[in-house]
């Protein structure tokens, strides 16, 4: 006899385990980068690093905006997943709701930055993989959500906050 395992009735603290999945997605995703820039260049490498990002984003927030079962778009939803993504969980992120129609994000440890600057010496402008993740990361949740980078690397010297995102959303 064959007995299906239902993942939904175990006695599991989810919290507890989601960090380190998520480090071994981040880890994996830091390989296969790492693949990318190795057998591709240019303009090519770049294209499938930004369709790579726009891909992870866009499936990260419908599979959050399917499990809190809302149909409605909302900063506060959006709040709530950027809470849970790997982002949120896994960097030193400081999630601000201004008011009913923004969110100020700001990661003041990268993990990436950090990263490139161990492995290559030098910071990462990820302007366009992180507006690529998190517009396609947005519009899932609402497709009215505007997503502005305020400022981010590569910066001249060392600073407390790597990156500050503003999203809006216009009605």
Known sequence: ???????RKLEVEL????????????????????????NFSGGDLDDRIIELNRKLGSFQAKKFKEAFKE??????????????SHWGVLEDVEIVKKSRDELVLQTRNCTWQKYK????????????????WRSEFCKQIDSDIEVERVFGP?????????????FTLEE
């Open 71 to 84: 149909s409605e778009g909302s900063i506060d939803l959006l709040l709530k997943a950027f809470a849970l």
């Open 154 to 166: 590569p910066h001249d010297e060392e600073v407390e906050v790597w990156c500050r995102w503003r």
């Open 117 to 132: 600057l161990r492995e290559e010496g030098s910071q990462e402008d990820c302007k366009s993989t992180g507006l690529a």
């Open 1 to 7: 006899m064959v007995e299906k395992l239902d993942y």
């Open 15 to 38: 919290y507890e385990v989601i960090p380190d999945i998520y480090l071994l997605v981040s880890t994996m995703y830091s390989d296969f980068v790492k693949f990318l820039e190795e």
